[in-house]
C-alpha cells in the first residue's frame, strides 16, 4: 500500500515542527488534520492550504484527546505537541515532571493508543512521535525535559517491537535545536534569568551542532514524509537524530 492519500493527524499542529509537517504531508497528497490549542494558529494553517481540517483539544486531556482522534480513520499520527521547560535538577518538582511528562509523553501514549487498533485492522499504519536529542544523550537544567523525551524514545523502540508483523511501523524523531518560536522563547527566558542577550544565548545553541547552525523545521517535515511512506516500511523502532552530527 501506498501512503500517498491517507489519513494523516499531526498534534501541535499550528506552529513550529508541526505546522512545517502538516503542509510537506499535504503537499505529498495526505490528507491532514491538525490538533492543537491555539485556534487561530491552526485556523491559518488550514486557511493556508497547509491542512485539511483542525480539530481544538488539549493533549492533556485524555478523554478530549481519544475522542478526537476515535472518528477518524487515521493512517498516519505524528504526535508533535510538546513544551520545554528548564530548571536547575534541585530546583525542579514533580509538578515540573509531570507537566512536562503529561505534554510530551502521556499525550503520545493516548493518542497512540486510539489509532492503532484501526491501523492494525487495515493492515497499514505510520506512528511518527517527535522526540529530540534530549531523547538520546543529557542536557543539565532539562532534567524533566529529558525524562520525557527518553520515555518517548523507549516507548518507540518498545511498541516497533510489537507492532513488527502488522503493517505498521513505529518511529521517533530526534531533532537538535530547531529554528522555532518554541526555541527563541526559551531563550528568552533563559535571558530573563540570567541577565544575558538572548541572541548570545541563541548563539550557544549553535554551537551543539557541529553545522553551527538551528536545525530548520522543513528538515524535520521532510522526515517524517520519508517515513510515511511506502519505502520506509522496514524502518521501524528507530530514533533518528536530525542534528547535524551532534550525536
Do not use: S
Given at each position: 500500500m501506498t501512503a500517498a492519500g491517507k489519513q494523516a493527524v499531526v498534534t501541535g499542529g499550528g506552529r513550529g515542527i508541526g505546522r512545517a509537517v502538516a503542509a510537506a504531508l499535504t503537499r505529498a497528497g495526505h490528507e491532514v488534520t491538525v490538533l492543537g490549542r491555539a485556534v487561530p494558529a491552526l485556523e491559518a494553517t488550514v486557511a493556508a492550504g497547509e491542512a485539511a481540517r483542525w480539530i481544538s483539544v488539549d493533549v492533556t486531556d485524555e478523554a478530549a484527546l481519544a475522542e478526537s482522534l476515535g472518528g477518524l480513520d487515521v493512517d498516519v499520527l505524528v504526535n508533535n505537541a510538546g513544551i520545554a521547560d528548564s530548571a536547575p535538577f534541585v530546583k525542579s518538582d514533580l509538578a515540573l515532571y509531570r507537566r512536562l511528562m503529561a505534554v510530551n509523553f502521556e499525550s503520545v501514549v493516548v493518542a497512540t493508543r486510539a489509532v492503532l487498533p484501526g491501523m492494525i485492522g487495515r493492515g497499514f499504519g505510520r506512528i511518527i512521535s517527535i522526540a529530540s536529542i534530549a531523547g538520546l544523550k543529557g542536557y543539565p537544567y532539562v532534567t524533566a525535559y529529558c525524562a520525557s523525551k527518553h520515555a518517548v524514545v523507549g516507548l518507540t523502540r518498545s511498541l516497533a517491537q510489537e507492532v513488527a508483523r502488522t503493517?505498521?511501523?513505529v518511529n521517533a524523531l530526534c531533532p537538535g535545536y530547531v529554528d522555532t518560536d518554541l526555541v527563541h522563547d526559551g531563550a528568552a527566558r533563559i535571558a530573563a534569568k540570567t541577565g544575558r542577550a538572548a541572541e548570545d544565548i541563541t548563539a550557544d545553541f549553535h554551537k551543539h551542532n557541529p553545522q553551527g547552525r538551528l536545525i530548520r523545521v522543513e528538515?524535520?517535515?521532510?522526515?517524517?514524509?520519508?517515513?510515511a511512506g511506502a519505502d520506509a516500511a522496514a524502518v521501524n523502532g528507530q530514533a533518528i537524530a536530525i542534528d547535524g552530527g551532534e550525536t
Open positions: 503493517g505498521v511501523t528538515e524535520v517535515a521532510g522526515a517524517v514524509v520519508w517515513l
